[in-house]
């Protein structure tokens, strides 16, 4: 059955690629953005998250909202303005829509909002699930906060779903552009111990999750979105430098060394997060990249 779909972050990695997605499966698309923007095919909207002001018609008719409005993690460093506004931009956003949900009476059925597995923080080898408890780093505080604030949908009657992304692999952007550049130039090298898990996941199969989440109504509550083969570092770096034919260098960056560079924005590298999907796979979703090999020569081989 087609959907009324309200879509934020629309000009993000996962929002370019999800929202043509979604129109080919015969959905309607409609957009929030904090500027003029054109969108083949979909109505655009204006919002301000920062003054809680909204064109409130956006809503008209809408059964499905996908939330995917937030500051960047790392694209600047983590000074406190900066961190309250990564938590901002992510909780008073989905604060607005809720409110204008209830002014308008709009007929949201669902709400799906992006999470990531941050959720669970630096956990070393301890098998993480969509029931172990929250880390206690920044990025662990601010995921509790984002979720916290996608539960109110709950109370309202609401399918509300949480999608807990783990790194995106794409060559639009993401996490594997920052970690083949020092490979590129022959200085690639695992960092830390190299032992940290790394939860990647194909730019494809979220959009794929995505979709089914708007599709499938038993989908509830969070679920980790992770290829169900997670990697260590050091394996992670030593794929990507085979596939860039660029060698590897024996010895590990030091932890000392990426947090004086990084200082608290450190925990991105070096977070260990063995992250399972067993709840994503019981819903019946088939990953379209399940091992690293094969995601990252479909990346490459586009070039």
Known sequence: MAKNILITGASGL???????????????ISVLSRKEISIKDAKVFLWDIYNQTI?????????TIINLAGEGIADKKWTDKRKQEIIDSRVMSAQLLYKTIQETKAPVTTFISASAVGFYGDRGDEVLTEKSDSGT????????LWENATNQGVDLGIRVVKIRIGLILSKEGGALQAMEKPIKLFVGAPLGNGKQWMPWIHLDDIVKIFTKAVEDTKMVGA??????????NKLFTKTIGQK????????????FVLKT????????????SNTMVQKLLDTGYKFAYVNLDDALDSLYKQQ
């Open 137 to 144: 780093d920044f990025l662990s505080y601010c995921c509790v």
């Open 223 to 232: 679920y980790n979105a992770c290829a169900p083969f997670p990697v260590t």
């Open 14 to 28: 996962i929002g370019r690629q999800l929202i043509p997605a979604l129109q080919a499966k015969g959905h309607t």
């Open 261 to 272: 560079l990084l200082g608290e924005m450190s925990i991105l590298p070096l977070m260990s």
């Open 55 to 63: 064109d409130a018609s956006a809503l008209k008719g809408i059964d």
């Open 244 to 255: 860039l034919n660029r060698p590897i260098w024996p010895v590990h960056v030091p932890k």
